[in-house]
T-cell receptor, first 112, second 110 residues
Framework: DGGITQSPKYLFRKEGQNVTLSCEQN?????MYWYRQDPGQGLRLIYY???????QKGDIAEGYSVSREKKESFPLTVTSAQKNPTAFYLC???????????FGSGTRLTVV | KNEVEQSPQNLTAQEGEFITINCSYS?????LHWLQQHPGGGIVSLFM???GKKKHGRLIATINIQEKHSSLHITASHPRDSAVYIC????????????FGKGTHLIIQP
Protein backbone atom coordinates (compact mmCIF):
# COMPACT_ATOMS: atom_id res chain seq x y z
CA ASP A 1 0.00 0.00 0.00
CA GLY A 2 1.18 3.53 -0.74
CA GLY A 3 1.78 5.95 2.05
CA ILE A 4 4.23 8.03 4.04
CA THR A 5 6.63 6.49 6.50
CA GLN A 6 8.12 8.57 9.27
CA SER A 7 10.74 7.18 11.54
CA PRO A 8 11.35 6.88 14.35
CA LYS A 9 8.02 7.36 16.17
CA TYR A 10 9.75 8.58 19.34
CA LEU A 11 13.19 10.18 19.53
CA PHE A 12 15.18 11.42 22.47
CA ARG A 13 18.26 13.60 22.11
CA LYS A 14 20.52 15.60 24.34
CA GLU A 15 20.54 19.34 24.05
CA GLY A 16 23.11 20.57 21.55
CA GLN A 17 22.95 17.52 19.28
CA ASN A 18 21.67 17.62 15.74
CA VAL A 19 19.03 15.03 14.88
CA THR A 20 17.56 13.94 11.54
CA LEU A 21 13.96 12.84 11.12
CA SER A 22 13.14 10.56 8.22
CA CYS A 23 10.20 10.91 5.82
CA GLU A 24 9.71 8.55 2.88
CA GLN A 25 6.74 8.33 0.51
CA ASN A 26 5.90 5.83 -2.22
CA UNK A 27 2.93 7.76 -3.60
CA UNK A 28 4.87 9.40 -6.43
CA UNK A 29 3.86 12.77 -4.97
CA UNK A 30 5.69 15.85 -6.19
CA UNK A 31 5.36 18.02 -3.10
CA MET A 32 6.48 17.22 0.43
CA TYR A 33 6.13 19.20 3.65
CA TRP A 34 7.33 19.29 7.22
CA TYR A 35 5.08 20.63 9.97
CA ARG A 36 5.62 21.14 13.66
CA GLN A 37 2.85 20.74 16.26
CA ASP A 38 2.99 22.14 19.78
CA PRO A 39 0.30 21.69 22.46
CA GLY A 40 -2.59 24.11 21.98
CA GLN A 41 -1.29 25.36 18.64
CA GLY A 42 -2.09 24.58 15.05
CA LEU A 43 0.47 22.84 12.88
CA ARG A 44 3.05 25.22 11.49
CA LEU A 45 4.99 24.84 8.27
CA ILE A 46 8.76 24.38 8.60
CA TYR A 47 9.91 23.61 5.05
CA TYR A 48 8.37 22.39 1.84
CA UNK A 49 9.60 21.07 -1.48
CA UNK A 50 7.70 21.02 -4.73
CA UNK A 51 10.38 19.30 -6.79
CA UNK A 52 13.61 17.36 -6.36
CA UNK A 53 16.65 19.46 -5.45
CA UNK A 54 14.51 22.46 -4.54
CA UNK A 55 12.87 23.51 -1.28
CA GLN A 56 11.47 26.63 0.37
CA LYS A 57 11.34 27.90 3.93
CA GLY A 58 8.03 27.88 5.71
CA ASP A 59 6.91 30.03 8.61
CA ILE A 60 9.30 28.61 11.22
CA ALA A 61 12.41 27.42 9.33
CA GLU A 62 15.02 28.82 11.71
CA GLY A 63 17.08 26.06 13.30
CA TYR A 64 16.02 23.44 10.75
CA SER A 65 17.45 22.17 7.47
CA VAL A 66 16.16 19.82 4.77
CA SER A 67 17.26 18.13 1.58
CA ARG A 68 15.36 16.68 -1.37
CA GLU A 69 17.80 14.52 -3.31
CA LYS A 70 15.15 11.97 -4.27
CA LYS A 71 11.46 12.39 -5.00
CA GLU A 72 10.60 9.82 -2.35
CA SER A 73 12.59 11.28 0.54
CA PHE A 74 12.51 14.57 2.45
CA PRO A 75 14.58 14.32 5.66
CA LEU A 76 14.45 17.08 8.27
CA THR A 77 17.45 17.95 10.44
CA VAL A 78 16.78 19.68 13.73
CA THR A 79 19.97 21.55 14.50
CA SER A 80 21.37 22.77 17.79
CA ALA A 81 20.33 26.28 16.70
CA GLN A 82 16.65 25.42 17.19
CA LYS A 83 15.79 26.96 20.56
CA ASN A 84 12.81 24.75 21.46
CA PRO A 85 13.11 21.52 19.49
CA THR A 86 10.85 19.37 21.66
CA ALA A 87 7.66 18.94 19.60
CA PHE A 88 5.65 16.60 17.41
CA TYR A 89 6.82 16.64 13.77
CA LEU A 90 4.58 15.65 10.87
CA CYS A 91 5.55 15.02 7.29
CA UNK A 92 3.02 15.31 4.47
CA UNK A 93 2.91 15.02 0.72
CA UNK A 94 0.59 15.98 -2.11
CA UNK A 95 0.48 15.24 -5.82
CA UNK A 96 0.71 18.81 -7.05
CA UNK A 97 -0.78 20.81 -4.22
CA UNK A 98 -4.22 20.84 -5.77
CA UNK A 99 -5.04 17.33 -4.66
CA UNK A 100 -5.52 16.15 -1.12
CA UNK A 101 -2.69 15.70 1.30
CA UNK A 102 -1.36 12.49 2.82
CA PHE A 103 0.18 12.67 6.28
CA GLY A 104 2.69 10.49 8.04
CA SER A 105 2.18 9.19 11.57
CA GLY A 106 4.61 11.69 13.04
CA THR A 107 7.78 11.72 15.14
CA ARG A 108 7.70 12.94 18.72
CA LEU A 109 11.07 14.51 19.49
CA THR A 110 12.12 15.15 23.06
CA VAL A 111 15.33 17.03 23.78
CA VAL A 112 16.66 16.74 27.31
CA LYS B 1 -1.64 35.48 5.40
CA ASN B 2 -4.69 33.38 6.08
CA GLU B 3 -5.99 33.01 9.60
CA VAL B 4 -7.99 29.89 10.37
CA GLU B 5 -10.21 29.81 13.44
CA GLN B 6 -12.06 26.80 14.80
CA SER B 7 -14.80 26.47 17.37
CA PRO B 8 -15.35 25.02 19.81
CA GLN B 9 -11.87 24.14 21.11
CA ASN B 10 -13.27 21.31 23.21
CA LEU B 11 -16.53 19.42 22.87
CA THR B 12 -17.90 16.59 24.99
CA ALA B 13 -21.12 14.92 23.91
CA GLN B 14 -23.13 11.77 24.51
CA GLU B 15 -23.19 8.91 22.08
CA GLY B 16 -25.81 9.46 19.38
CA GLU B 17 -25.72 13.24 19.45
CA PHE B 18 -25.38 15.36 16.30
CA ILE B 19 -22.02 17.14 16.33
CA THR B 20 -21.06 20.39 14.60
CA ILE B 21 -17.56 21.85 14.41
CA ASN B 22 -17.07 25.24 12.81
CA CYS B 23 -14.18 26.76 10.88
CA SER B 24 -13.73 30.27 9.53
CA TYR B 25 -10.90 31.72 7.49
CA SER B 26 -9.85 35.24 6.66
CA UNK B 27 -8.88 35.29 3.00
CA UNK B 28 -9.88 33.47 -0.18
CA UNK B 29 -8.80 29.87 -0.49
CA UNK B 30 -8.45 27.24 -3.18
CA UNK B 31 -9.63 24.45 -0.86
CA LEU B 32 -10.64 23.73 2.73
CA HIS B 33 -9.49 20.51 4.34
CA TRP B 34 -10.93 18.64 7.30
CA LEU B 35 -8.52 16.31 9.07
CA GLN B 36 -8.77 13.87 11.95
CA GLN B 37 -5.96 13.32 14.45
CA HIS B 38 -6.10 10.38 16.86
CA PRO B 39 -4.22 10.20 20.18
CA GLY B 40 -1.21 8.53 18.56
CA GLY B 41 -0.73 11.67 16.51
CA GLY B 42 -1.21 10.44 12.96
CA ILE B 43 -3.49 12.55 10.78
CA VAL B 44 -6.09 11.29 8.33
CA SER B 45 -7.57 13.49 5.64
CA LEU B 46 -11.38 13.42 5.82
CA PHE B 47 -12.48 15.94 3.21
CA MET B 48 -11.13 18.45 0.77
CA UNK B 49 -13.74 20.84 -0.57
CA UNK B 50 -13.86 24.07 -2.47
CA UNK B 51 -17.63 24.49 -2.70
CA GLY B 52 -20.91 22.98 -1.55
CA LYS B 53 -21.10 19.84 0.50
CA LYS B 54 -19.49 16.43 0.77
CA LYS B 55 -20.65 13.35 2.65
CA HIS B 56 -18.82 10.23 3.72
CA GLY B 57 -20.67 7.82 5.94
CA ARG B 58 -21.77 9.73 9.05
CA LEU B 59 -19.55 12.71 8.27
CA ILE B 60 -20.74 15.74 6.34
CA ALA B 61 -18.65 18.78 5.42
CA THR B 62 -20.06 22.02 4.06
CA ILE B 63 -18.48 25.25 2.91
CA ASN B 64 -19.84 28.74 2.26
CA ILE B 65 -17.32 30.58 0.14
CA GLN B 66 -19.02 33.98 0.46
CA GLU B 67 -19.05 33.78 4.26
CA LYS B 68 -15.59 32.13 4.43
CA HIS B 69 -16.99 29.45 6.70
CA SER B 70 -17.04 25.67 6.80
CA SER B 71 -18.67 23.14 9.09
CA LEU B 72 -18.03 19.50 9.85
CA HIS B 73 -21.01 17.50 11.07
CA ILE B 74 -21.08 14.05 12.61
CA THR B 75 -24.42 12.28 12.74
CA ALA B 76 -25.20 9.54 15.28
CA SER B 77 -21.89 10.12 17.05
CA HIS B 78 -20.02 7.18 18.53
CA PRO B 79 -17.15 6.93 21.05
CA ARG B 80 -14.81 5.90 18.21
CA ASP B 81 -15.35 9.40 16.74
CA SER B 82 -13.39 10.81 19.67
CA ALA B 83 -10.39 12.59 18.20
CA VAL B 84 -9.05 16.03 17.37
CA TYR B 85 -10.63 17.49 14.24
CA ILE B 86 -8.59 20.06 12.37
CA CYS B 87 -9.53 22.36 9.54
CA UNK B 88 -6.88 23.67 7.22
CA UNK B 89 -6.90 26.06 4.29
CA UNK B 90 -4.89 25.98 1.11
CA UNK B 91 -4.59 28.98 -1.15
CA UNK B 92 -2.82 29.81 -4.37
CA UNK B 93 -3.09 26.22 -5.56
CA UNK B 94 -2.00 24.73 -2.27
CA UNK B 95 1.48 23.73 -3.35
CA UNK B 96 3.01 25.92 -0.66
CA UNK B 97 1.32 24.08 2.20
CA UNK B 98 -1.68 24.43 4.47
CA UNK B 99 -2.68 26.90 7.16
CA PHE B 100 -4.16 25.02 10.10
CA GLY B 101 -6.69 25.79 12.78
CA LYS B 102 -5.82 24.80 16.33
CA GLY B 103 -8.19 21.85 16.29
CA THR B 104 -11.32 20.78 18.14
CA HIS B 105 -10.89 18.07 20.76
CA LEU B 106 -14.02 15.92 20.59
CA ILE B 107 -14.96 13.35 23.23
CA ILE B 108 -18.01 11.17 22.73
CA GLN B 109 -19.12 9.46 25.93
CA PRO B 110 -20.98 6.15 25.82
Amino acid sequence: DGGITQSPKYLFRKEGQNVTLSCEQNLNHDAMYWYRQDPGQGLRLIYYSQIVNDFQKGDIAEGYSVSREKKESFPLTVTSAQKNPTAFYLCASSLQGYAGYTFGSGTRLTVV
Amino acid sequence: KNEVEQSPQNLTAQEGEFITINCSYSVGISALHWLQQHPGGGIVSLFMLSSGKKKHGRLIATINIQEKHSSLHITASHPRDSAVYICAASSGGGADGLTFGKGTHLIIQP
